[in-house]
């Protein structure tokens, strides 16, 4: 039963923020255990609005299941510690004074004794190669670190799910690296939403295109990058680093 | 971004910031009580208050320029309060008939209170991370909400300076030299620009707050302990006071 809890389905989920003008429209989603699921689309096609769903942040028409349990009001809570969010601007996330009280704040809220905490937070910076962080503010982090720091806030909680809203926006590209190693190595379910195709289709093993609030095509990664006439009709055409990159390595 | 403009000091090392937040909240704020109730005009005791917190200032070794800067900020409405006074007694019939001498003590005991409320508040404020005062206030049984709408205004005084900064460098990056159009008509777009962005970026804090976990109260990760010498400064501090409150 454990082996469920990183599971995803939705179906048929709608959703607007203004009335007659609906952002999401009938998606359907299912996300395996372990999986590593990326959700790419133009600028406002839904990606982050689908996210939310996914913790009950948000919660619109139709289902959305994670494992065992309906996304509901009743549930949010039970949701929360099994779905990890790391959000698009790191310094959304981290609001403590120091790294290891943003870190214990999650685990805390979820009733942990103070040694389980300490010991969360050892483990998740050492995960994210942070150790000696922990008295640090964060305002004083680079923005890759700060990006770790979240994503360490998150993983304190250990969730069974971990969901990203772009992730690799605004860093360099050894830091996109570094954090693709990391998404691999995450013991856990992680589904990433964003508008930059080659970085997630390097670390996930699905891609869902998402389109005016529509799931266009889900399948393996490499399959969805190649297609692609389907990928210029989605805004997403990105020909333009295959010619960079032939006249580089030819 | 500039972050800890609110508690720039806080994280000093001093006597005076290793003291518990509880006592440091409890005795400042009985001692801004035993100024603030000194009798009208009366002026006898301030020497004594003022030494005293000079001393702890000196002890706190935060900058005495810094402390002066928050005065200035409250002076315009400190300033008005003494000034506004005689001309209250001189328009009302049962107290026009003062001298002025008298007038002018009284406004004068108003700025000793006033600027000594500041500096002792300052301390407090400069000698204490917020999320500590906060922490201690909930110790002290303060009403939570209190301490919830605190922490909420905190975090978000800095996306709204964020925001602030994001604009006005946009603002200042086209408009070299001297701006022809309105400058109130900019600044009145920038304002409105600010409160936009600065709601849906306290949507966005407010919604990764929720995401994990956030019930309405913040947890107490650091534990606060009373040690003996917090027991002693309260003492010292509060005998001091009321010794000068009381003209013991």
């Known amino acids: 039963m454990k082996d469920q809890q990183g599971t995803i ?14 952002v999401l429209r009938g998606v359907n989603l299912s996300i395996k255990n372990q999986e590593r699921f990326g959700i790419i689309g133009p600028s406002g096609a839904g990606k982050s609005t689908l996210l939310l769903h996914l913790n009950g942040l948000l919660q619109g028409k139709g289902e959305v299941k994670i494992g065992d349990r309906e996304v509901k009001k009743d549930t949010v809570p039970e949701i929360r510690s099994r779905v990890g969010m790391v959000f698009q601007n790191p310094d959304d996330q981290l609001f403590n004074p120091t790294v290891e009280e943003d870190i214990a704040f999650g685990p805390l809220n979820m009733g942990l004794k103070p040694d389980e905490v300490k010991l969360r937070i050892k483990e998740a910076l050492k995960e994210m190669r942070l150790e000696g962080f922990e008295k640090k503010a964060s305002h004083h982090l680079s923005y890759g670190e700060r990006k770790r720091v979240a994503l360490a806030t998150v993983l304190a909680m250990r969730p069974q799910i971990i969901a990203f ?11 996109v690296e570094q954090l693709l190693h990391i998404i691999k190595e995450l013991p856990a379910t992680v589904v990433i939403v964003s508008q930059e195709i080659i970085p997630v289709v390097a670390c996930c093993d699905k891609v869902a295109v998402l389109k005016e609030g529509k799931i266009v095509t889900t399948g393996p990664s490499y399959e969805v990058a190649k297609d692609k006439e389907m990928l210029r009709s989605c805004s997403l055409d990105f020909s333009i680093y295959e010619s960079v990159c032939k006249k580089l390595f030819s | 971004m500039k972050h800890d403009y ?3 000091y806080s994280r000093l090392d001093s006597f005076v910031h290793r003291v518990d937040p509880r006592a440091k ?13 000194e009798p009208r005009g009366d002026i006898t005791g301030f020497p004594f208050y003022y030494l005293l917190i000079f001393m702890l200032l000196a002890a706190s070794r935060i900058p005495v320029v810094f402390v002066l800067k928050r005065c200035l900020i409250a002076s ?5 309060a003494a000034g506004v006074l005689p001309l209250s007694y001189v328009l009302s019939p049962s107290t026009s008939s003062l001298s002025p001498d008298v007038m002018l003590f009284h406004s004068l005991s108003i700025l000793l209170k006033a600027y000594a409320a500041v500096i002792l508040l300052t301390l407090l404020a400069s000698t204490e991370k917020f999320h500590c005062l906060l922490n201690g206030l909930q110790k002290l049984k303060f009403p939570p909400i209190l301490g919830i709408m605190s922490a909420l205004m905190y975090r978000y005084i800095f996306i709204l300076n964020d925001e602030m900064l994001r604009t006005a460098r946009a603002r200042k990056s086209r408009t070299p030299g001297k701006s022809r159009i309105s400058r109130f008509r900019i600044y009145g777009n920038q304002a409105a620009l600010i409160f936009l962005r600065a709601k849906k970026r306290a949507q966005d804090v407010y919604n990764a707050m929720l995401s994990r976990g956030f019930k309405g109260d913040f947890p107490e990760y650091n534990g606060l302990r009373w040690r003996i010498q917090d027991g002693l400064f309260s003492l010292v501090f509060l005998a001091l006071y009321t010794g000068v409150r009381f003209g013991l």
Do not use: G, Q, R, T
């Open chain 1, 9 to 22: 389905d939705i179906n048929n989920l709608w959703f607007s923020y203004e009335k007659d003008h609906p």
């Open chain 1, 165 to 175: 809203d772009e992730p690799f926006s605004n860093l360099d590209p050894s830091m």
């Open chain 2, 6 to 8: 609110l508690d720039k």
């Open chain 2, 25 to 37: 909240l409890i005795c400042f704020f009985l001692a801004v009580a035993a100024v603030v109730s």
């Open chain 2, 76 to 80: 315009p409405f400190i300033v008005m």
